[in-house]
């Protein structure tokens, strides 16, 4: 899979020089060479991703995490100004407003290069059920690409986009992140706002992310996670629930028994699971567990009244423009019509029932650990039986969203055939930071985390051109040092701007002073000297008291009163400051 596209390359190329603009052209130019009409509804906004490319090209990249990031969007979650068709020509509208998802990126500095393609109103885990066409799976041709968010999945794995939205219901945004080979993360319900997106099941789903990398798909939800108020479905994440985090001791896994595994007589993906959990008998101890509960609460999701949730959505284009749905779609969703208000309020009981147990299940694990599908079907299969095949692929997704747990799926290479396969770890609500380190040690991704942790290493706070997005952020990367969290110091600091060009932020202990925002990082003791020999006087290192009470290493002023220095404390922190130049050199 290209890996020109991710994150960290991206932020390594614009270091040494190269522009948003430069990468628009570079994007433009890869998606006309993949050719895949499939990808895309309504083709890339060329235009659109050309003037954003130039506005953050003289903007720079101060305060945005995700400058010059090129993203895609699945064409249910509304973007200003662009139709929104659910992947049905007779529904699209052109809104006027941004998802909020969106908003958010975009506000980081993400590009956005178009819309993706899905399975109809997001119904299916095939990829296929769609009057735009069927992407092409990157991996396995003459496979379906998976769905309901395959367009974003292609796009990822392609290396025609950074990151992908999606949206995840039954498993639409970790299905295809298997069959194309790329992480999928499945955040916990409500975490990010789903206004502004098309509803499958209102009551289920939740905005995805594609990326090619865990530690790229987590810095996406770092940006879109927040409390929402005019999402009734929003929640609010306790305090540090994202925060970077190491695994420590062997974490527990648990494992389905043998006997409750289903591959449907692939012996190949079957063989390929084993081998993972075996990948994870290394770092991990494995514990097997009951698999009932979560295989009946799956069941309920399209066998139960939930089908009828998704009839709430379009029903009135059902009645007005049967044939405007696909005949596939149609027939499922129609089922919703028969569905009683008994028979919901029998299942939402059930549901209760399934959720103790699952919890209770869960209560003694970090996570489970399960096939994300159960093998990759080919075209013509799906075509054959379509909701048979579906169905099968949900095995081992459905269940997720109606328990309240949050997942996140991993590429666990090939299987005998050739075909990709991939796990996913699942935890509780909340627990994305947890799930993100077991898939990085299972992964190996970048420095193992293994390797990290037995690497001394100390917390550095950082409050100027060190933090993210910031041009000297790239030292701290270079020297291995790993995003902990952001910080805020007590109330005790002046901040101000030492003479320069650029201009230096100075941190100095003072009783008459403010919180100051600022990050916090963790660099190899290794690397310390060779940093601290590049400060610059007055700077220096020094404990600084942060609002929590604790008291890591950061970069200090030590001259208490430096001439020609700029007080700016009250802004609060280094961006706010930076935000406030730019608005008066413009």
């Known amino acids: 899979m290209p890996t020109s596209l991710t994150l960290t390359s991206l932020r390594d190329r614009y270091c040494r020089g190269m522009t948003p603009c430069d990468v628009a052209e570079e994007v433009l130019a890869a998606i006309a060479a993949h050719d895949d009409p499939g990808v895309w509804i309504g083709g890339a906004c060329a235009d659109r991703l050309r003037a954003q490319a130039r506005a953050l090209s003289e903007q720079g990249p101060a305060g945005r995490t995700l400058w010059g990031i090129p993203f895609a969007v699945k064409d249910n979650i509304d973007v200003a100004g662009l139709p929104t068709t659910a992947a049905c020509p007779a529904f699209a509208y052109v809104p006027d407003r941004s998802a909020p998802v969106v908003e958010a990126l975009e506000a980081a500095g993400a590009m956005l290069v178009g819309k993706t393609n899905l399975d109809q109103f997001a119904t299916g885990l095939v990829g296929v059920r769609s009057p735009y066409g069927a992407p092409r799976n990157v991996l396995a041709p003459g496979h379906v690409p998976g769905g309901s968010s395959s367009g974003s999945a292609v796009a990822v794995a392609a290396g025609l986009v950074a990151f992908a939205l999606g949206t995840d219901t039954a498993g639409s945004g970790r299905v295809p992140a298997m069959m194309n080979g790329v992480v999928g993360l499945k955040p916990t319900r409500g975490l990010v706002s789903t206004r502004g997106v098309v509803p499958a099941c209102r009551s289920l789903d939740c905005v995805s992310v594609f990326a090619a990398f865990i530690d790229d798909a987590m810095a996406v939800l770092d940006v879109t996670a927040g409390f929402d108020p005019l999402d009734a ?142 093998f990759v079907p080919t075209l013509e299969e799906v075509a054959a039986e379509p909701v048979v095949v579906n169905s099968q692929l949900g095995t081992y997704t459905t269940f997720v969203n109606l328990l309240d747990l949050a997942a996140v799926s991993v590429p666990a290479g090939l299987d005998a055939e050739g075909l990709p396969f991939g796990v996913s770890f699942i935890g509780p609500a909340f627990t994305e930071a947890r799930l993100a380190a077991i898939a990085r040690r299972f992964a190996g991704e970048r420095v193992a985390e293994a390797e990290a942790e037995a690497t001394p290493s100390l917390e550095l706070a950082v409050f100027g051109a060190h933090m993210r997005g910031l041009p000297l952020n790239g030292e701290l990367r270079r020297l291995g040092a790993s995003f902990v969290r952001e910080v805020t110091t007590a109330p005790l600091y002046r901040l101000v701007a030492l003479p320069g060009a650029p201009p230096r932020p100075g941190l100095i202990r003072s009783k008459g002073g403010a919180a100051i925002a600022g990050e916090l990082w963790r660099v190899p003791q290794a690397a310390v000297a060779s940093l601290l020999a590049a400060i610059p006087a007055p700077l220096a290192l020094g404990r600084v008291t942060l609002a929590d009470g604790s008291e890591p290493v950061g970069f200090l002023c030590a001259d208490a009163a430096p001439s020609r220095a700029e007080d700016i404390t009250g802004l609060g922190g280094w961006r706010a400051y930076l935000a406030a130049q730019a608005a008066g050199a413009r």
């Open 233 to 374: 479905y929003s929640r609010a994440a306790p305090p540090r629930a994202l925060a970077r985090i190491g695994l420590g001791a062997r974490p527990r896994l648990g494992v389905p028994r043998a006997d409750a595994l289903r591959f449907f007589g692939r012996a190949a993906s079957e063989a390929a699971f084993h081998r993972a959990v075996s990948a994870c008998a290394a770092f991990a101890e494995l514990e097997e567990i009951d698999l009932a509960p979560f295989e009946e609460a799956g069941r309920l999701l399209y066998d139960g009244p939930w089908v009828a949730e998704r009839l709430a959505v379009i029903e009135r284009l059902m009645a007005a423009q049967p044939e405007a749905i696909h005949p596939v779609v149609r027939g499922i969703i129609a089922r919703g019509r028969d569905i009683s208000a008994v028979e919901t309020f029998r299942s939402q009981y059930r549901l209760a029932e399934l959720k103790r147990a699952a919890d209770g299940a869960l209560a003694s694990l970090d996570a489970l650990v399960l096939p994300t599908a159960p």
